[in-house]
């Protein structure tokens, strides 16, 4: 009968403990507070029904049967009630209250002889309830609650996904587990000999309850499934023996056994074994902070610096962050980085902290080292000490030495994809102190972190290279077009030049005829000119140079020297750009691209004559900040709204001859300025792109 005591003890300490925490969180959200108004039912049935199975007279457990019904008469309702809210479903609110209406009437009902009718002997129970007219009323409310809950339950199952799911499996785990285990106490009541032993479980129904409240991302339930019988297992492997030790203690010392006193030992046990990982961490990371708080501080600086590693993109920053971050937290004099190089098959210094190395010692770390060879071989972290005291053959003395000359105690290797990219080579710690286990985890950690990172760097140096590669590409393509072109236009005006020459010694003394022709060779020669260097501009190699330009000057240079194109397909080229424009700070050559294949592309969509317009205007985006917006408007065929939103990727195109890189080129370098692009369409009607680069006070 002591189990079944302690038992109501643990259910209404478990109750009264989680309904105060799940309140606490929230106390203004509805499912929190009816979930504390179930756990004080829960919690006022528990506790009268550990003070009935105390009585020692039938009026006492008469009482306290009494004030156990009084919660239990709302525990149905409460339960049902907060499964709803949790659910957020819309159950009709007079059903709600007919149910709480119900369990008032039977509260009142509860201080007579209508619910607990008297007391009397019952299996092992001296004082066992036996029911009254009302009781059979509360019985059925209990088993109606409970299956319209499950059926609920089960619908929501059914449309539910996600983490959503996963909730309400916890919450059928609960019911199912705690309505079970509540109905265990009625059968004694209609003097079937079915104990009460499933009480207990009304603890679980409630602590899964609060935990599907209180964590948003829960656990699989099959993994919690799965260790909750692991706990089980090595709870019966370590505790039995356990509670047959204290048995066997109070019979070798005292003679009897108290089932009360072993009880509370087993409830300890369980207790201290549940408790016990936690607190050991937490008491572990306390008294690091308090009494090794130099340790502490440095090895979070190394898993920051870890984190950090892998939002970085340049491969020497990455490389100096880590051998200096290195160097602070741990007070190293001697650290170096070697990275592997592909080309020359071999391990180059990248980086290094109070470390001097001739020419002859870098060589060591070629394909062929000892160091290299062994680290490919067996990735693992190498200590200089420990290679020194163990008696393994020459290979590790070779090492050793190795280690000896880069001035290295503990040797890291970086791994990427099975293949060593580096070598992190520390030298010793401040004070000469041992490198301990936990040193050498959070460096292998960095290590890792480190080699994620410079790999990443890689990959994406790699990926600029090939950007530049596609945009020279793409440049050229431009330029072999302008090139046919413009040597027609080159060759009209030298005709009329080559017309005039030939003339000229035969009507030398006419002066009108000297003075146009200086004046028309002038101009087709000074038109001759600019094409040229406009042309030269365009295909000129540049490198990257932000300079402050006028934008109009930009647009004018690549308008005129596609003049040619727009004639042979009978398009006019207008202009209207807003003079006074802020002058902005980019890059002249890149951005005369992006006019050059937006501009070319409006031509190309005009069939049998049209117009491009190209404008410039200032404008501001959302009142604030300052954009100049630079428009082309053709009105050509037009995109297909399906095409839309492909027009910017590579390699989509429409064009039988098109390479489909024009588009996807000019809208990743309107972004490197800070810049947008628009694009409005219609078929039929044409299209218009408009370009919006930033104007900063920037200095390049």
């Known amino acids: 009968m002591q189990f079944f005591a302690l038992a109501g003890l643990v259910n209404g300490l478990s109750a009264t403990f989680l309904g105060l925490f799940v309140?606490?969180?929230?106390?203004?959200?509805?499912?929190?507070?009816?979930y504390a108004l179930f756990c004080l039912c829960l919690s006022v049935w528990s506790y009268a029904y550990f003070q009935w199975l105390l009585a020692d007279n039938p009026t006492s457990a008469l009482f306290w049967s009494r004030v156990f019904m009084a919660g239990a008469i709302f525990i149905p309702p409460a339960a049902f009630h907060h499964l709803i809210k949790l659910l957020e479903r819309q159950i009709p609110h007079n059903f709600l209250v007919g149910n709480y209406v119900f369990s008032a009437m039977l509260f009142l009902g509860d201080w007579g002889p209508w619910v607990v009718a008297d007391v009397r002997p019952k299996a092992i129970f001296p004082y066992w309830p036996d029911p009254g007219p009302l009781f059979h009323l509360h019985l059925i409310q209990f088993i109606v609650l409970a299956v319209l809950g499950l059926w609920i339950l089960?619908?929501?199952?059914?449309?539910?996904?996600?983490?959503?799911?996963?909730?309400?499996?916890?919450?059928?785990?609960?019911?199912?587990?705690?309505?079970?285990?509540?109905?265990?106490?009625?059968?004694?009541?209609?003097?079937?000999?079915?104990?009460?032993?499933g009480n207990i479980l009304i603890s679980v129904y409630t602590g899964i309850f609060a935990y599907a409240m209180v964590r948003y991302r829960l656990l699989e339930i099959e993994i919690v499934i799965k260790k909750s019988l692991i706990y089980a297992l090595l709870l019966l492997i370590l505790m039995i023996p356990c509670y047959l030790l204290v048995i066997w203690t109070q019979l070798a010392f005292f003679g009897t056994v108290s089932l009360p006193f072993s009880l509370i030992n087993l409830f300890l046990l369980?207790?201290?074994?549940?408790?016990?990982?936690?607190?050991?961490?937490?008491?572990?990371?306390?008294?690091?902070?308090?009494?090794?708080?130099?340790?502490?501080?440095?090895?979070?600086?190394?898993l920051s610096s870890s984190r950090d590693l892998v939002s970085m993109m340049d491969l020497q920053a990455i490389s100096d962050s880590t051998v200096q971050t290195i160097g602070r937290a741990l007070g190293v004099e001697k650290a170096s980085l070697f990275l592997s190089d592909d080309l020359n098959e071999s391990f180059n210094l990248k980086t290094s902290i109070g470390l001097k190395l001739d020419q002859s010692k870098k060589s060591i770390l070629s394909r062929d080292s000892p160091l290299v060879q062994r680290l490919t071989k067996k990735p693992e972290t190498l200590i200089r000490e420990e290679l020194g005291m163990a008696d393994h053959g020459q290979e590790q003395k070779v090492l050793v030495e190795v280690l000896g000359q880069l001035e290295t105690e503990v040797a890291l290797p970086l791994m990427s994809k099975e293949r060593l990219i580096g070598i992190l080579n520390i030298g010793h710690k401040e004070a000469?102190?041992?490198?301990?286990?936990?040193?050498l985890e959070v460096l292998s950690t960095l290590a890792n972190q480190a080699a994620i990172a410079l790999e990443n760097a890689r990959l994406y140096e790699n990926l600029k290279q090939s950007q530049n590669t596609i945009r020279r590409a793409d440049r050229l393509s431009s330029l072999g077009v302008l090139t046919a072109g413009l040597a027609h236009e080159i060759r009209n005006p030298l005709v009329a030049i080559r017309t005039f020459t030939q003339l000229l010694p035969e009507r030398y003394q006419d002066r009108e005829f000297r003075e146009e022709f200086q004046v028309i060779a002038l101009r087709e020669v000074d038109r001759i000119c600019g094409l040229v260097n406009d042309l030269l501009s365009f295909a000129r190699p540049s490198t990257h140079n932000v300079t402050s330009e006028n934008i109009n000057d930009v647009v004018e240079s690549i308008a005129r020297i596609l003049e040619t194109q727009a004639k042979e397909k009978g398009v006019q080229i207008d202009h209207r750009l807003a003079p006074h424009l802020p002058k902005i700070w980019i890059d002249k050559e890149q951005l005369k691209q992006v006019f050059m294949n937006i501009i070319l592309n409006a031509i190309q969509s005009i069939e049998g004559g049209g117009?491009?317009?190209?404008?410039?205007?200032?404008f501001k985006k959302d009142s604030s900040e300052l954009f100049v917006q630079i428009g082309v408007r053709d009105s050509g065929v037009g995109i297909p709204e399906q095409d839309m939103e492909n027009i910017f990727n590579p390699f989509f195109t429409t064009k039988k001859d098109g390479s489909g890189l024009g588009l996807s080129i000019s809208h990743q370098i309107v972004?490197?300025?800070?810049?947008?692009?628009?694009?409005?369409?219609?078929?039929?009607?044409g299209t218009t792109f408009l370009i919006h680069l930033p104007v900063k006070q920037f200095s390049p």
Do not use: C
């Open 671 to 685: 972004q490197e300025h800070g810049g947008y692009v628009l694009v409005e369409s219609k078929l039929g009607e």
């Open 23 to 34: 309140f606490s969180r929230k106390p203004h959200d509805p499912r929190h507070k009816i």
């Open 432 to 439: 000469r102190e041992m490198y301990s286990q936990e040193d």
């Open 270 to 302: 369980i207790l201290v074994a549940f408790l016990f990982p936690k607190l050991r961490f937490r008491t572990e990371e306390a008294f690091e902070r308090v009494l090794f708080k130099k340790r502490n501080d440095y090895r979070i600086a190394l």
């Open 154 to 197: 089960r619908r929501e199952l059914r449309k539910s996904d996600g983490l959503r799911r996963n909730q309400i499996k916890f919450l059928i785990l609960a019911e199912v587990v705690g309505w079970a285990g509540g109905l265990t106490n009625y059968p004694l009541w209609y003097d079937i000999p079915i104990l009460p032993y």
């Open 611 to 618: 117009v491009v317009e190209v404008s410039t205007r200032p």
